[in-house]
């Protein structure tokens, strides 16, 4: 199941690992993305908390978390190449994977139909 | 798009060719086009990237010795600048300050200025109240674009025979789109040339390079990072009214004979104040504009506060530009701090986002031009 956030992340859940990314649609408004900073494996992360910065080359934004849980892992392979995020933002060019505490917190986040008529 | 913004000749082919329009200076201005600002930085770098500049401001100065007169008002050597040449140079104020930098060209018996964007009005009203006996035209028909990289010289030739062109020369030439003012000179760090079209051939003189294999629409995204990598200045960041040429390390561009000592020494605005320090610069607490490399991967960019050691409270200095660097592969920035921290491999902190990162005062440019002297 694949969710959208307003803020244009995707989150892909699987048992309670949730995979956060940005969306094809997010990179492209973002321009050559060149910077990636990611939370730490381990981090407890609570939803809203500023957990991720992005610098393209235009300026830095921020990303929030979409969700309460444990950072699992991250993509390291994102830090070394940030460009990976502009060539497969939702393939490859994950950011994060969150142990979630309360996978219900999905439900409020649209699906393909809906951010496809956000973006649209 | 507010509708007081004002249009250059080429703002109809920048929206056909899919341009991302923001607003700059007054005008509505193309920041990239389709191929995102990365890849149009390396194109130029590689090939050829065509700019529309025309919201810069051309004038002419004419009379009987227009130099005479437009060196009260600059510290650069205009009497000395020979014809057929072009020579960078600033406005300085009172307090030493600039007020602008622009670039002089002498054309048989006049002057051929160009003048920033933002600072235009403000030019020529400091020109018009400045000159005693020369008369000043301001040059309303006119594009500016520029055609920059290594094949600008290729591409542009098959139009009108520029390869003979030395760096900073200047010529008239006739074309197919009337009469051309060229100079080979822009603000990339390549080899490459400005030119000044009539307006209503701007489009078509556009349309006939952009036909050409080696030749690419660029948008103002990629020509700050370019002129950033070529350590050139952007008036209203890295220099303004309140940083002197000393300051700004614009010394270079002061003629010796403008210098203490020189067959006319002084005689701009400021010149008491940007003289002696020329001579004696040996105040190291006075801030200089450098080149600073962050160690890391997160780009320093303007208003960075820079500080001397990781824990320190004050700062001392800011950064005035700093991006990413696409032919460097590294964030790239520009900034002031004290004399006395600013040679080359000196270790600083620039606070980004709460967290103090590593930085090294580097020399400039961050990549070497290429220009064709």
Same mark, same amino acid.
């Given at each position: 199941?694949?969710?959208?956030?307003?803020?244009?992340?995707?989150?892909?859940?699987?048992?309670?690992?949730?995979?956060?990314?940005?969306?094809?649609?997010?990179?492209? =408004? %973002?321009?050559?993305?060149?910077?990636?900073?990611?939370?730490?494996?381990?981090?407890?992360?609570?939803?809203?908390?500023?957990?991720?910065?992005?610098?393209?080359?235009?300026?830095? &934004?921020?990303?929030?978390?979409?969700?309460?849980?444990?950072?699992?892992?991250?993509?390291?392979?994102?830090?070394?190449?940030?460009?990976?995020?502009?060539? *497969?933002?939702?393939?490859?060019?994950? /950011?994060?994977?969150?142990?979630?505490?309360?996978?219900?917190? %999905?439900?409020?986040?649209?699906?393909?139909?809906?951010?496809?008529?956000?973006?649209? | 798009?507010?509708?007081?913004?004002?249009?250059?000749?080429?703002?109809?082919?920048?929206?056909?060719?899919?341009?991302?329009?923001?607003?700059?200076?007054?005008?509505?201005?193309?920041?990239?086009?389709?191929?995102?600002?990365?890849?149009?930085?390396?194109?130029?770098?590689?090939?050829?990237?065509?700019? *529309?500049?025309?919201?810069?401001?051309?004038? $002419? @100065?004419?009379?009987?010795?227009?130099?005479?007169?437009?060196?009260?008002?600059?510290?650069?050597?205009?009497?000395?600048?020979?014809?057929?040449? =072009?020579?960078?140079?600033?406005?300085?104020?009172? &307090?030493?300050?600039?007020?602008?930098?622009?670039?002089?060209?002498?054309?048989?018996?006049?002057?051929?200025?160009?003048?920033?964007?933002?600072?235009?009005? #403000?030019?020529?009203?400091?020109?018009?109240?400045? +000159?005693?006996?020369?008369?000043?035209?301001?040059?309303?028909?006119?594009?500016? +674009?520029?055609?920059?990289?290594?094949?600008?010289?290729?591409?542009?030739?098959?139009?009108? !025979?520029?390869?003979?062109?030395? /760096?900073?020369?200047?010529?008239?030439?006739?074309?197919?789109?009337?009469? @051309?003012?060229?100079?080979?000179?822009?603000?990339?760090?390549?080899?490459?040339?400005?030119?000044?079209?009539?307006?209503?051939? #701007?489009?078509?003189?556009?349309?006939?390079? $952009?036909?050409?294999?080696?030749?690419?629409?660029?948008?103002?995204?990629?020509? *700050?990072?370019?002129?950033?990598?070529?350590?050139?200045?952007?008036?209203?960041?890295?220099?303004?009214?309140?940083?002197?040429?000393?300051?700004?390390?614009?010394?270079?561009?002061?003629?010796?004979?403008?210098?203490?000592?020189?067959?006319?020494?002084?005689?701009?605005?400021?010149?008491?104040?940007?003289?002696?320090?020329?001579?004696?610069?040996?105040?190291?607490?006075?801030?200089?504009?450098?080149?600073?490399?962050?160690?890391?991967?997160? !780009?320093?960019?303007?208003?960075? =506060?820079?500080?001397?050691?990781?824990?320190?409270?004050?700062?001392?200095?800011?950064?005035?530009?700093?991006?990413?660097?696409?032919?460097?592969?590294?964030?790239?920035?520009?900034?002031?701090?004290?004399?006395?921290?600013?040679?080359?491999?000196?270790?600083?902190?620039?606070?980004?986002?709460?967290?103090?990162?590593?930085?090294?005062?580097? &020399?400039?440019?961050?990549?070497?031009?290429?220009?064709?002297?």
């Amino acid at each position: 199941m694949i969710k959208y956030t307003e803020d244009h992340e995707w989150l892909s859940l699987d048992g309670d690992i949730v995979t956060v990314g940005i969306t094809d649609h997010a990179q492209e =408004q %973002l321009g050559d993305i060149v910077f990636v900073e990611l939370p730490e494996v381990g981090t407890q992360i609570s939803k809203d908390d500023e957990i991720v910065v992005i610098e393209s080359v235009k300026a830095a &934004s921020d990303i929030v978390a979409p969700v309460d849980g444990e950072i699992v892992e991250i993509n390291e392979a994102i830090i070394d190449t940030p460009s990976k995020v502009n060539e *497969d933002a939702e393939g490859e060019a994950w /950011f994060f994977k969150v142990k979630i505490d309360d996978a219900s917190q %999905l439900d409020a986040y649209m699906d393909e139909t809906a951010y496809k008529e956000l973006t649209a | 798009m507010a509708q007081d913004l004002l249009k250059t000749p080429l703002h109809g082919l920048h929206l056909e060719l899919g341009a991302r329009m923001v607003p700059f200076a007054g005008y509505e201005m193309p920041v990239q086009y389709a191929m995102g600002v990365m890849k149009e930085h390396l194109h130029t770098r590689a090939a050829a990237g065509l700019f *529309d500049v025309s919201h810069m401001g051309q004038v $002419l @100065l004419t009379g009987a010795d227009p130099s005479v007169d437009l060196e009260r008002l600059v510290p650069q050597s205009i009497t000395g600048l020979k014809p057929s040449r =072009q020579r960078y140079a600033f406005f300085t104020n009172e &307090s030493g300050g600039i007020e602008d930098d622009i670039m002089v060209a002498r054309r048989e018996d006049h002057l051929y200025v160009v003048v920033n964007a933002a600072c235009k009005a #403000a030019d020529i009203a400091l020109m018009r109240a400045g +000159l005693q006996e020369s008369e000043l035209v301001e040059i309303t028909d006119r594009a500016l +674009l520029a055609l920059q990289g290594p094949a600008a010289e290729a591409a542009l030739s098959r139009i009108v !025979p520029v390869a003979p062109m030395a /760096f900073m020369e200047v010529g008239i030439f006739p074309s197919d789109f009337g009469e @051309l003012w060229i100079s080979r000179s822009g603000y990339t760090g390549e080899d490459g040339f400005e030119i000044s079209v009539p307006a209503d051939h #701007a489009e078509g003189f556009a349309r006939a390079l $952009l036909d050409m294999e080696e030749v690419a629409p660029i948008g103002l995204g990629a020509r *700050d990072s370019l002129r950033l990598e070529a350590g050139l200045c952007l008036y209203g960041n890295d220099i303004d009214t309140t940083t002197d040429p000393v300051q700004a390390s614009l010394t270079w561009a002061i003629q010796k004979t403008r210098r203490p000592g020189g067959a006319r020494e002084g005689g701009f605005p400021g010149d008491s104040i940007i003289l002696p320090k020329i001579s004696d610069a040996d105040d190291q607490e006075d801030r200089r504009r450098v080149g600073i490399l962050p160690e890391g991967r997160a !780009p320093m960019r303007e208003h960075v =506060q820079l500080f001397e050691n990781e824990k320190d409270e004050t700062p001392i200095g800011v950064v005035t530009s700093g991006a990413f660097g696409p032919t460097v592969g590294h964030p790239i920035s520009m900034g002031y701090v004290p004399a006395r921290l600013s040679a080359p491999g000196t270790r600083i902190w620039g606070e980004v986002r709460g967290k103090r990162m590593a930085a090294e005062i580097v &020399s400039l440019p961050f990549r070497p031009s290429t220009y064709k002297r």
